[in-house]
């Protein structure tokens, strides 16, 4: 076995962490939930959110027979929304080309749904033991550092690169029984020793080896993104109040927010009054406006404007992505995070 790979065996061991709920298992199915969450969400966030999802379904059978309106609300806060509905998406798929069976290698774990090469090399060394390379952004960090590549990791060139010192350091002897135990040690040193801030380097068993740390180049590494500001959008969300009741649309998908439950939206520059008769068929007076929300998401910032509206005449009919419901069972249902925000702020304010 390489130096590299038996060290950090060896010192995941003796300090990494081994109590975390999806540790302790070869099921697929847990472990595959797992990765999925914590792709760009921290433990901390997602211990809870996993947990309530693996008790609601406990099984790929399970998850896909629930409807996606069920699976987005448990996943409702934690962000990336796409995530969850690639899941939901994934059960079907397994329930109805093999019967359930979750599939065996990475290679065919990767043609799934919302998997990348990275998610499905740790399901696959987590469940079968396969011998195959990880490279999130913990690990592209640990790297980087080690071997002091310079250039930002995401670049196609640099990223082939720690692809290639990836599958270079995995364990050769008695791989299917260390991969496990490899595969969390990369994930443990990243994400409690090699930080992207104050990295505890004399607590490294990778310090003596380490050319950042000998070039004293730590801090610099991994090389950072090149930074674009992000461009800024404004948006009016309506609250339209009809007696003890608001109104939601569900998001179409895919999309921002696909398939959650949203206040209805409208351009900036258009009257609010004039929106509602024209593209909603609702008679509505202006209350009153919330203050503004701001909300970032990768590629922008989003600010939004809450107006509260009174409805006087509304043809009420029913539809499958129009809903009218009180707050408090808004606050059940899949939503995102800024519409749970001017939901409570109208209930804690009295403005409602």
């Not at 065996?104 to 990348?116: D, K, S, T, V």
Request: proline residues 7%.
């Amino acid at each position: 076995m390489s130096t590299f790979a038996n060290t950090l065996i060896e010192w995941q061991k003796q300090h990494g962490r081994h109590s975390l709920p999806w540790q302790g298992t070869n099921d697929p199915y847990a472990i595959w939930v797992a990765e999925v969450m914590l792709q760009q969400t921290q433990v901390m966030t997602v211990i809870p959110y996993y947990q309530r999802f693996l008790e609601a379904f406990p099984d790929i059978e399970c998850l896909a027979e629930a409807s996606l309106n069920t699976v987005l609300t448990l996943w409702s806060g934690l962000g990336y929304y796409s995530r969850g509905r690639n899941l939901h998406k994934a059960a079907c798929l397994i329930m109805e080309r093999s019967q359930g069976r979750f599939p065996q290698h990475a290679a065919e774990i990767a043609q799934l749904p919302g998997i990348g090469r990275s998610t499905a090399a740790a399901i696959a060394a987590f469940a079968y033991g396969e011998r195959c390379a990880i490279l999130d952004g913990n690990v592209k960090r640990v790297f980087t550092r080690y071997f002091g590549i310079t250039g930002y990791p995401g670049e196609k060139k640099t990223e082939a690169l720690l692809w290639q010192k990836a599958e270079g350091l995995l364990p050769q002897e008695n791989a299917q029984q260390q991969m496990a135990t490899y595969t969390q040690a990369l994930m443990d040193l990243g994400a409690i020793v090699c930080t992207r801030h104050q990295p505890k380097c004399l607590n490294c068993p990778l310090q003596p080896d380490c050319i950042a740390f000998a070039e004293n180049r730590v801090a610099s590494l991994p090389t950072s993104k090149p930074r674009k500001p992000l461009p800024s959008k404004e948006t009016t969300f309506l609250i339209l109040r009809n007696q003890d009741e608001i109104l939601l649309e569900q998001r179409s998908s895919p999309g921002i927010w696909g398939g959650l439950w949203c206040l209805p939206e409208k351009p900036i520059d258009i009257n609010s009054q004039t929106y509602c008769k024209q593209c909603m068929g609702i008679e509505s007076v202006t209350i009153s406006s919330l203050p503004p929300l701001n909300h970032t998401f990768t590629h922008f910032k989003l600010r939004i404007h809450p107006q509260l509206l009174q409805v006087i005449n509304y043809p009420r009919k029913k539809t499958a992505t129009k809903i009218w419901l009180t707050i408090d069972r808004a606050l059940q249902l899949a939503i995102p995070v800024p519409v749970r925000k001017i939901l409570l702020e109208l209930t804690s304010s009295n403005r409602f």
